[in-house]
Every structure is written in C-alpha cells, then in structure tokens.
C-alpha cells in the first residue's frame, strides 16, 4: 500500500484509489481511510482541500445525448445484423440515405456489411448459416471464369471488371446504396466516379477503396500475397481485419496511377513501388495508344482487345476496312467501343463476357444459331 | 456523481459479462442497453457528428460480439467500449478524409462546472468562475483526462490505455492541468476553510 504520509493536495490528485474513495465510496475505502486519518491527525485538512477539490469538479451534460428508442434502435439494428443480415441492409442504409450524413454512413455501412460476409463465408458449415449464404446469393451476382480467356463484366453502375482466367467476382445486384465487390483471382476495374457511394474491392482481408478510375487487383487464394496496380486515378488499400482489430493505425496506403502495392499478411507489411514503365493504360503512354488517324477498324478493336484483354467479336469483312480518325484514350473501355461502334454505325453489348459489336443494318437479320 | 456513473464495479456486470462471452444474446443486448448512452456521451466530445458517432456505437458493440472469445474476462467493459469507440472515430474519420490522422488535433467538447452546493457567498462564487474557466481552455487532452478520470470514473492505467499513451504522460498532463489553477484553487480552499 502506497505511503500517504508526505502526500501533499496534488499528490492525492493523481492517487486513484484516494480519487476512487471520493467518487465512489466503497467499504473498503471508507474503511482504509477513516483508519489512516485516525493515525495522521496532522493530514486532515490537507485530505479534506484534496476531497473538495475531487468532488467540485463535475461536468455539464451534453445537450446532445442518445434518447431511449435511439438505443432501442442500435439494439434492433444490431440483433438484424446477427438474424437476418443481408435484407435488413437496406431498411437502414435507406435511413441514413436520406440524411445529410448520407456519404459518411453509405461509407460506415459498406464497412460494417463486410465483417458480416467474412464472418459468413468462413463459417459454412453450420446448416444454419448456409441458409444466411443463400439469402446472400439473392442479393449478389457471381462470376467465375472457368475459360481460358478474360471476362468482361459490367455491373449495374456501368462500371466494368476485367476478369481474368480461374477468378471470381461476386458483386452486388443493384449499385444503388452501396458498390461493393468480392473478388478472389485477379481483374482490372474501370470504375464510374460517384463519390457518394464509394466503391469497394474485398479479397481475402485486404479492402480497395476507389477514390477514382482504373486499377487491377491480384490476389491468389491459396498464396496469400495481394497485389493492386493502378493505371488512372487513386485507390485506398488497407486489410479490413487489421483495421477492424485496430493493431495498426498506419495500416492503408494511397496508390496514384503507375504505383503497385503488394501486401503479405505474414509480414503485415505494405510494398509500394513506382513501376519503372508506364503502364499502357496510364494516361501518358494511353493518349499515344488510343490516337487514331485514319487507322482500319479492324487495328483499332485489336488495339483495345488486346490492351485490355477482352474478346471482341464483330464482322471483320463488313467492319473491319473501314477507316477511322479517333481519339479515346481517356474513355473507360465502354466508351471506347461505343465511340467506334457509333463511328462505323454499329451497335454493341457485353455477352457471356465477351464484347459483341453488331453492324447496324444487319439487326433485322435473325441470327442463324440459337 | 461518481456513484451514477460507476458501472464498472456494478455488481451485476460481471456476470453479465460471462454470460455475453459465453455467447448469451441477452447478455450481450443488456450490455448494449446499458452502455450505449454512456459510450456516446463519451464519443459525442470527440466528434459532434451524431449519426456518423451512432455508427461508430453500433460498429464498437458488433466489433465486440465478434470478438466475444478473444475478450479479457475481467469486466472492464467501459474502458473497453471507450477504447474501442475512441479508436473507431479516429480511424473512419481518417479514412474519410484520405488518410490523414486528426487524433493530433482533435477537439474534446466538455464543459466543466464547480459543484455549486459547494460555494457558500459571492467570493466564492468569483473564485469558483475563474475555476472554471481554467478547466475549460485547458488542451483538449488534459480536458480528456480531467473527464476520463473525475466524471467517468475511470483510472489512471484505463486512462492510458484509451488514449494510446503511456501512464507517465498521463500523469504529466495533469500535472500541466493543476499548475493552470493550482493558484486559484488554493485560494478558494483557504477561504472555504477559514
């Protein structure tokens, strides 16, 4: 037990167990002192000066404070996110849509989703929880790329993934209230600007947040070793588990266009490089790409195919000598084919992963399979 | 004051608390009743946001269900939940604002008053004013300390870990903070037992 005896006012000011008897009181401490008083007469004012000063300090109360249904509401949000977690998502993201709040919730939302999928997807093997994984499916898409070649795909934002062989993207039926993705593989990203709804690569732990347009993301199931390289704009890169654990404040980085990151969790560590050639994408080297002077169809939709690494089909005979003046190096790949197609009077979709360009005055011409 | 505010010793908290770590949902949602209000209080000081800071409160108590295994069991649940929430608001905000780290310069909303039944004549009351405006532009973390330590009740080793500093400096701000009033204080405190 701590020596009192030359304890001056500020001295009792930093004790805890002197501070714990005047807030709180207890036996035991009423016990302790009483005696200790009993034995050093001499000290009595100078405990007392200590106890006033102790007891005056209060604090007034906020004028804003959490009301009664308020936490009867976090209480039946929080009991959601345990039952039935998918559906009620958009009950409260509704909510908080419509509030002033709305960016800086949209973004809490999308965090706190995530930790529920993570949990989700590693504890299927209770019955119970596989019935939540097939609610789950409902609510998102999933691709998986068993080919041999990339696959487009567009989500209902219009943003586009480039998914490579033997990856897998799941993503979110409707992009309404929140844009997020899981992917597992790799895939380049052209991602549509909104900063309202911030859009979110999940792999593994690690988490991408797009602060702007294109960018691809590598990461390997069974290696665990992360990669994210950015062509345009500016993405935030941080592991979702270390966040949530709160281990490690300095844990995301900020990646500008021609910069990777790797990431080994073993390690918990982030290498950020410059890569020493532009990549083709990059706005630099992409405006020399995607300038066109009466160059053929055909050279132009090889160019983006192969940049991109996405399967073009179209009518080489009927499309392919036409020749053209373009200059699309700051279009995302959607626009790109567009602005060619609406140049040789040709129509586009995305299908089966594939891009298929339509020369306009065939479309009345039943196609001959299927 | 002190009484109402000590849950943490609240003979019903530790059971509660094994009851919650052993995955009782009924548990866990009294600790949410009875924690929720005092965890916002404590955030709402740091960051005057309030459904940005509700976030925060729903995002701490879900943290801490998840957690549930790995959790101490001892029952210091306010400290946890301060820590937990203190952190959160850094962080999202941080992220929210591409990264860069406020904790250095954040605001910490508190006013303080002197227990009034405690001043007996106008004298007292001058004196008791000046107290206070002391307390009240003291540094934000001073201020945070002052609040952690007399109103919630929280030690000094609590204190520390909330904040993400070590006990010493703790205990050197403080000191910063009774050199600001040391003077005043001791002359109230003449005149009171005079």
Not at chain 1, 129 to 147: C, D, K, P, R
Not at chain 1, 272 to 298: G, R
């Amino acid at each position: 037990m701590t020596n009192y005896t030359n304890y001056e006012v500020e001295d009792f000011l930093h004790d805890d167990f002197f501070i714990d008897w005047v807030l709180k009181g207890t036996e035991a401490h009423n016990t302790f002192w009483s005696e200790w008083l009993l034995n050093n007469p001499d000290k009595k004012s100078v405990v007392e000066n200590a106890r006033f000063i102790v007891s005056s300090v209060t604090v007034k109360p906020l004028d804003t404070t959490l009301s009664d249904t308020e936490v009867d509401e976090i209480v039946g949000y929080i009991k959601n996110r345990l039952h039935n977690k998918a559906e009620d998502d958009n009950v409260v993201s509704l909510k908080f849509y419509q509030s002033k709040y709305f960016k800086v919730a949209a973004m809490l939302l999308v965090l706190v989703s995530i930790g529920f999928l993570f949990v989700k997807l590693k504890s299927t093997t209770s019955p119970q929880l596989h019935q939540q994984v097939n609610t789950l499916n409902s609510e998102y898409l999933s691709v998986i790329n068993t080919s041999a070649k990339s696959k487009v795909v567009q989500m209902s934002d219009g943003s586009l993934a480039v998914l490579k062989p033997g990856s897998g993207l799941k993503y979110i039926r409707s992009f309404a209230k929140k844009r997020d993705v899981i992917l597992d593989g790799e895939a380049f990203f052209e991602v549509h600007k909104n900063p309202a709804i911030p859009f979110l690569v999940h792999s593994n732990d690690m988490v991408v947040r797009v602060l702007g347009t294109s960018f691809t993301v590598r990461s390997q199931k069974g290696k665990q070793d992360f990669k994210v390289i950015v062509n345009t704009g500016k993405v935030l890169v941080y592991d979702n588990k270390k966040a949530a654990a709160g281990t490690n404040r300095q844990n995301s980085i900020i990646l500008v266009p021609n910069q990777q990151v790797t990431y080994q969790p073993q390690q918990l560590k982030f290498k950020k490089e410059t890569l020493p050639v532009p990549l083709i994408l990059s706005e630099e080297i992409a405006q020399k790409e995607f300038t066109f002077d009466n160059t053929p169809f055909s050279v132009i939709v090889e160019k983006i195919s192969k940049v991109y690494d996405v399967n073009i089909e179209y009518d080489k005979a009927k499309l392919g000598n036409i020749s053209l003046n373009a200059s699309i190096s700051k279009k995302p790949l959607d626009e790109k084919v567009k602005l060619i197609c609406t140049a040789v009077n040709a129509s586009f979709e995305f299908k089966d992963g594939r891009i298929i360009i339509s020369a306009q005055n065939q479309q009345h011409i039943q196609p001959i399979t299927k | 004051m002190g009484l109402e505010h000590n849950f943490l010793t609240a003979p019903d908290d530790s059971e509660l608390w094994d009851l919650f770590r052993a995955g009782d949902e009924v548990a866990y949602t009294q600790l949410i009743k009875k924690y929720s209000k005092v965890v916002f209080n404590y955030g709402f000081r740091i960051c005057q946001d309030k459904d940005f800071l509700k976030d925060c409160v729903q995002d701490v108590f879900l943290e801490l269900w998840n957690r549930k295994e790995r959790i101490s069991p001892t029952p210091a649940v306010k400290w946890y939940l301060f820590k937990a929430v203190r952190l959160r608001i850094f962080r999202e905000q941080s992220k929210w604002n591409m990264g860069e780290p406020l904790d250095e310069n954040y605001e910490f909303l508190v006013e303080f008053n002197i227990e009034t039944k405690m001043i007996t004549d106008l004298e007292n009351l001058e004196l008791s004013n000046k107290i206070r405006q002391v307390l009240n532009t003291l540094p934000p973390r001073q201020r945070e300390i002052m609040y952690l330590r007399f109103y919630e009740g929280l030690d000094f080793d609590s204190i520390a870990q909330i904040m993400e500093i070590s006990k010493q400096s703790v205990h050197n701000l403080l000191q910063k903070a009774y050199k600001n009033f040391r003077s005043e204080w001791l002359v109230v405190l003449l005149m009171f037992w005079r």
